[in-house]
């Protein structure tokens, strides 16, 4: 599911998310959505949001339940 729409990204769910420091190399973080921190309805990078243990990123990958 596409990362970059603010709509199909809820508390809960788990997600991919690229840290800032890895941004260059693309290495993914799996974890489950705590806040989102995007205000706008999409971001051509993904949504930014905090994981239950505190890291933030942009989501790249939502896994479906």
Same mark, same amino acid.
């Given at each position: 599911m %596409? =990362? =970059?729409q603010r709509s199909n990204i809820k508390? &809960? $769910?788990e997600v991919d998310i690229v840290l800032k420091q890895d941004q260059? /190399? &693309?290495k993914l973080t799996r974890g489950v959505v !705590?806040? +989102? $921190? /995007? %205000? #706008?309805p999409n971001h051509p990078h *993904? +949504? !930014?949001v905090r994981?239950?243990?505190g890291q933030v *990123?942009?989501?790249k990958n939502i896994?479906? #339940?």
């Open positions: %596409n =990362g =970059g508390p &809960g $769910l260059r /190399t &693309g !705590k806040d +989102i $921190l /995007t %205000n #706008s *993904g +949504i !930014k994981l239950q243990d *990123g942009r989501v896994y479906e #339940s």
